[in-house]
């Protein structure tokens, strides 16, 4: 299981607008980018992704969080499988196990 503080750096070191946009496309608004919400049936652009405080949030469903959310979210996987993967994109361990 990843400490908390691997879990925060993580949430704060990982783009979440590289993230977000790997699976739909985003548009600028005026505070943040926004986008069609993938976790509910959305005709507008209820989610919003924020560049500045690494985070989204749909309007919509309600779904919020950092990049560790989104991608448990979208992919199904569990928080100790996400924050493994990017804690080694991000060069923070260089081996799962260490996680």
């Given at each position: 299981?990843?400490?908390?503080?691997?879990?925060s750096?993580?949430?704060?070191?990982?783009?979440?607008?590289?993230?977000?946009?790997?699976?739909?496309?985003?548009?600028?608004?005026?505070?943040?980018?926004?986008?069609?919400?993938?976790f509910?049936?959305?005709s507008?652009?209820?989610?919003?992704?924020?560049?500045?405080?690494?985070?989204?949030?749909?309007?919509?469903?309600?779904?919020?969080g950092?990049?560790?959310?989104?991608?448990?979210?979208?992919?199904?996987?569990?928080?100790?499988?996400?924050?493994?993967?990017?804690?080694?994109?991000?060069?923070?361990?260089?081996?799962?196990?260490?996680?």
């Open positions: 299981m990843p400490s908390d503080e691997l879990i750096h993580i949430q704060t070191k990982a783009p979440i607008v590289n993230i977000v946009s790997a699976y739909l496309p985003l548009q600028d608004s005026r505070k943040a980018l926004k986008g069609r919400c993938p509910h049936p959305d507008g652009a209820s989610l919003m992704v924020s560049q500045d405080k690494n985070t989204f949030k749909c309007f919509g469903c309600g779904k919020e950092g990049p560790i959310e989104f991608l448990m979210a979208i992919e199904g996987k569990s928080r100790s499988e996400i924050a493994g993967r990017l804690a080694v994109k991000l060069g923070l361990v260089h081996d799962l196990r260490a996680v």
